[in-house]
């Protein structure tokens, strides 16, 4: 037996979102840390991390699944499912990046110069605050939608600014790092690696960018 | 063994059945709401929903019923013979009853009045002709098809609608509920006590004209509306001090669930009041048949029958939707406070209106279209609104299987037992 008007709700995407958005985070860190690990040493410890990383995504992409198979036609949201999917995409695009830029790492076991390596470091560190505010987006986003209390809208606008904030410095250091890298790497080879990792992991806080900059059209008036 | 003592006795748990399944169809959906948003414990929502029905049903039921419910068919061409009314009755009690537990047991809200109606004009159907049929009524329960939905979900929507955008979404929540709690309150209070008076006493017949109505109920809202700062007050002090609740609710939600238990408590009393003579009005008629012999327009009601039938109501919730209430107190989180409260008192003013207007409507229906109506205001966190084709379909469906049930089993009846 089935109390009848339950039928009538769905269960929210918004749960599984926020167990999207906390595997990314906990991503960032593994990120973070076999980058770190990386840099300028072999890493003993980075193949495991990696295999974390790779373990954490396939998970993160099951929820992506659930939630976009789950979600047809004829379940009314509190968002637009458009710029709900959209954000989703974004979020699921900073796994991706996360992943591909440990893949580039791991191209060259040698590890980051040690010319660029701080600079290098200080990137990696850039892009993790933005990541882990996605988090808290969408645990406040899952709060907005239910009370949409002014003051948690207010929070979320504040905290998107945060993100924006956060990518501008990441874009910053990106930028200054490639100037670096073609101004005193001289090997081709280690340049294109070079070049392509920083760009990927320029691009993790992009996505993270564009995924808060989704959750903004949602809250929108 | 006596026939009649057979019938009887069979009849009177057939209409405890019917009484269990309005408990478990239409009582769980109103209190159901309450639970989901955690406003009221599993335990108090049953208790709370057993007394608010009893004393509706012994208060306020109907003491005195029509023979035939809702004067579907004329009881003049049944006189000649009892039996055939008694049978009639019972075919149709069954018929209701096996509906709404169908309707259920597959998680469609259904009018029960519908139910008893449809099973009602079955039987007319086969006893006395199609002729004998006030089509008229069907006419306005298909219209209520279409009316309950479409105004509840218009009204309800329209109050959330307000409600958020003045209180939920202001600068400051906390300040605006208390700017906007005298009006609130007032419109509440006024539309719970017109509709006390209106519906849930209306078997009373107290004989209250509409404009004394409202001036009885005016001054008794106004007073509400005074309080209704320091009751703000009070109820976000007494929450803030229990800190954070466990649902997350902000305190001003919490406001809202108190306005939420006010409603269900009056929706639960209107039950009581108007809905447990669909259970225990044909179980008179039987009662009455087999005492006198003789077919009466209108039949008393004894008192112990509306109590047992207010009781079998909260016990049909008790057993069928305990478990349920349950379940949804603990993994929905889709009705806040604020929403439950949005549906039901949309709910309730849609009745209220559409009564005084003279348009058929479904308590049931109404409960369904209030919570679209929350959903499409983009108030619910998501709507399944696949479902409401199969709603539509079960409530269209209710009359003709209804109608053929009561049939065959009235013949099957005046076959074995005539």
Known sequence: ?221 | MNIDIVVLSIATLVGLYMAANIGANDLANAMGTSVGSRALTLKQAVLVSIIANVLGAVLAGGHVTSTISKGIIDPSLLADNPNMLMLGMFAALISASLWVHLATYFGLPVSTTHAIVGAVVGFGIISVGGGAVSWGKIITIAASWVISPAVGALIAGTIFFLVEKRIMAARDPYAAAVHYAPALLFVVFLVLILSFIFKGLKNLHLEIGFFQTVLLATPCAALAGLFGRRWVRWQVHLKSELRPNPQGYSPVECFFAQLQILTACYVAFAHGANDVANAIGPLAAIFSVVKTKAVALQVEVPFWMLFVGGIAVGGGLFAFGTRVMETIGKNITEITPLRGFCAEFGAATTILICSRLGLPVSTTHVLVGSVVGVGLMRGMGTLDLRILKNIGFSWIVTLPFTIVLAMVLYKLFTLFLL
């Not at chain 1, 960032?28 to 690990?37: G, S």
């Not at chain 1, 250091?173 to 790497?185: D, P, S, V």
């Open chain 1, 1 to 221: 037996m089935r109390l009848l008007l339950n039928s009538l709700f769905y269960r929210s995407p918004f749960e599984n979102l926020q167990k999207h958005a906390d595997k990314v985070k906990e991503c960032a860190h593994l990120f973070k840390e076999a980058a770190v690990c990386h840099i300028g040493q072999e890493c003993k410890k980075f193949d495991l991390l990696t295999e974390q990383v790779a373990r954490l995504e396939s998970e993160a992409d099951g929820i992506k699944r659930n939630i976009r198979n789950h979600l047809p036609r004829g379940i009314l949201m509190p968002v637009d499912k458009f710029q709900f999917f959209e954000y989703l995409r974004e979020q699921d695009k900073v796994l991706d990046e996360v992943e591909d830029a440990l893949f580039w790492l791991s191209f060259r076991p040698k590890g980051i110069p040690d010319e660029v390596a701080t600079d290098f470091h200080h990137l990696v560190e850039a892009v993790i605050p933005p990541i882990e505010k996605l988090s808290d987006l969408v645990s406040l986003a899952t709060g907005y939608f239910r009370s949409r209390s002014e003051a948690q809208r207010t929070k979320m606008k504040s905290l998107i600014r945060d993100i924006r904030q956060y990518e501008r410095e990441a874009d910053l250091l990106e930028r200054e790092l490639k100037f670096k890298i073609f101004g005193t790497i001289k090997d081709a080879l280690v340049v294109y690696h070079l070049i392509q990792l920083v760009g990927i992991v320029g691009d993790i806080a992009d996505h993270a960018q564009n995924a808060s900059d989704r959750m903004r059209a949602m809250i929108a008036k």
